[in-house]
């Protein structure tokens, strides 16, 4: 489990920049496709609950106690809702919604059968 969580949070990290560059270029200054604000706005939340989440998969790694999964839990079920929100206004959200629903429940699950 260790390692998987390491490679989830830097997976997720990457992932964050990507959305913050997305949210910024296409979202505000409307550069790849036409200007949305909201889901520019919702890919640069959504970006800042997928770094929380990251970090803390990282520096919890090792960690035998539930509190990091918690955290990531809840951070990436707030992702997915935010995702899910953001996909009537921008159709590849949704996809980042089912990634943070799949990262969230799936490590939190995963570390409960382990215990």
Known sequence: MRISKLVAGICLNVLALWLLIDGVVNGFMGVWANQNI?????????????IGAGIVYIAL????GLGGDITGFVLL????????????YNKWMFLYAVIS????????VWHLRER
Do not use: K
């Open 77 to 88: 079920i707030l992702g997915g809702i935010i995702g899910i929100i953001g996909g009537f």
């Open 101 to 108: 629903l799949i990262f969230g429940i799936g490590f939190f």
């Open 38 to 50: 909201v889901s520019g706005v919702l890919e640069i939340i959504l970006a800042g609950l997928f």
């Open 61 to 64: 790694e090792n960690s035998d």
